[in-house]
């Protein structure tokens, strides 16, 4: 847990316990973080760790001890959503997966069509794995293939070829009730005509959902090493926000718009598990580094995975960090989280978290309303088509921190 003065911990006990008792019926996510992989990718920043041998035991045991922490805090919720992340997820026996999601039943029980979410690679191993792991309960799989070409899979580290990605992709929508799948884009040398032809390629695949994400060279990477050493170029803005625009042109006349400024889905196949994020609801997270939001408090479990099994066994939970949130913080969060959506963010809610007013630059919000980069339309507030190839410029002028 987070060090405070010893003065105000029994200030903070007692907000944490009335807060844990409120009778907030709205339903829950629930995060479960694996963090091994079975290699190293140049661009991840991701809490994810490769070891040679991995307790299975040691683990299921680990993570249920995790999980019962987090539902004694939240009592008297129903689960809407699962989602095991990662690392690589589908590495977990099914076993493991089946246990977790059982246990998750009988904490909370579950929201009628709950939507249950695990990342995995589309390798021939792992696909092998994809009907038992529909058998534990998963019926949402989201695959991380990146690329339909082979030189880019290997210039991102990935250790599968498009074939092998593509059987993965087809066992995938054999088994499971929904699929979506990743692709990064403005990789270098890519081309706006090559990156159509690739994303039309994708969307002719039949999926629900898709998730695409620019390339970007995150710190503490291999990618960033590289680019340090003048061996990796950024690609360029100009070009970037040309296969932006082509991106949401292309999957809004396919049918699948963006609903948030990375996804994109046909109606009613929205990640359901990742809209109770960005429209700020409560989320329990368990596993090596997961984060959660609950009660008005922020956690975050320890991150290395020795250091998070070290815990669970000595305190009965993984919990490094477990801070109240001001009403100031959890306003920001909130506008933060809600204008990468496409239906933006509700202001009564974000002045009733503030508990005033939402803290907005108003000479901001009037100037960016002018220049047709935000709407404010029935008390929503929202970021304009113009506007979601600058949304971090527009969070820094809009929102005050």
């Known amino acids: 847990m987070a060090l405070r003065p010893a003065g105000l911990r029994a200030w903070f006990d007692s907000r944490r316990f009335a807060k844990s008792m409120t009778t907030d019926t709205t339903p829950l996510a629930l995060y479960v973080h694996w963090p091994f992989c079975v290699s190293k990718c140049p661009y991840c920043d991701f809490n994810s760790h490769v070891r040679e041998r991995v307790d299975q035991d040691a683990w299921r045991s680990a ?99 498009v074939a092998e990605g593509l059987a993965a992709l087809d066992t995938a929508q054999s088994v499971f009730s929904r699929v979506s799948f990743d692709l990064i884009y403005a990789r270098p040398g890519q081309d706006l005509a090559a990156w159509e032809a690739e994303l039309r390629r994708a969307i002719g695949f039949g999926t629900e959902h898709l998730s695409l994400y620019q390339l970007t060279i995150e710190p503490g990477t291999r990618f960033a090493t590289l680019f340090e050493k003048g061996e990796l170029a950024a690609f360029d803005p100009d070009a970037a926000a040309d296969l932006f625009e082509a991106t949401r ?46 009660g008005g408090f922020a956690t975050m479990r320890h991150k290395k995975p020795e250091n998070w099994m070290n815990a669970v066994a000595r305190n009965g939970h993984g919990t490094q960090i477990e801070d109240a949130l001001s009403d100031h913080e959890r306003a920001v969060e909130a506008l933060v989280m809600g204008l990468r959506l496409g239906e933006g963010v509700a202001l009564a809610r974000v002045d009733a978290l503030a508990g005033g007013t939402a803290p907005l630059d108003r000479r901001a919000l009037a100037r960016l309303r002018d220049q047709g980069l935000i709407g404010a339309d029935d008390g929503r507030l929202q970021v304009t088509d113009a506007g979601m190839p600058v949304l971090e410029a527009i969070l820094r002028a809009l929102v005050i921190a």
């Not at 009628?112 to 695990?118: F, K, M």
Request: cysteine-free.
């Open 63 to 161: 993570m249920l001890a995790d999980l019962a922490h987090e539902a004694a805090q939240l009592p008297g919720r129903t689960l809407g959503s699962i989602f095991f992340g990662g690392g690589t997820p589908s590495l977990m026996p099914p076993e493991t997966v089946a246990a977790v999601i059982d246990a998750a039943a009988r904490h909370w029980g579950f929201e009628p069509g709950i939507e249950i979410t695990l990342e995995a690679n589309p390798s021939s191993v792992e696909a092998a794995r994809f009907a038992d792991l529909a058998a534990a309960g998963v019926n949402r799989a989201s695959l991380g293939l990146q690329a339909l070409d082979d030189d880019s899979l290997r210039f991102l580290g990935r250790a599968h070829g």
């Open 249 to 294: 042109a292309i999957t809004a006349s396919a049918g699948l718009p963006a609903y948030e400024i990375s996804n994109h889905a046909r109606s009613g196949a929205e990640s359901r598990h990742n809209l109770i994020y960005w429209r700020y609801g409560d989320y329990a997270g368990v596993g090596p580094g997961a984060h959660g939001r609950r």
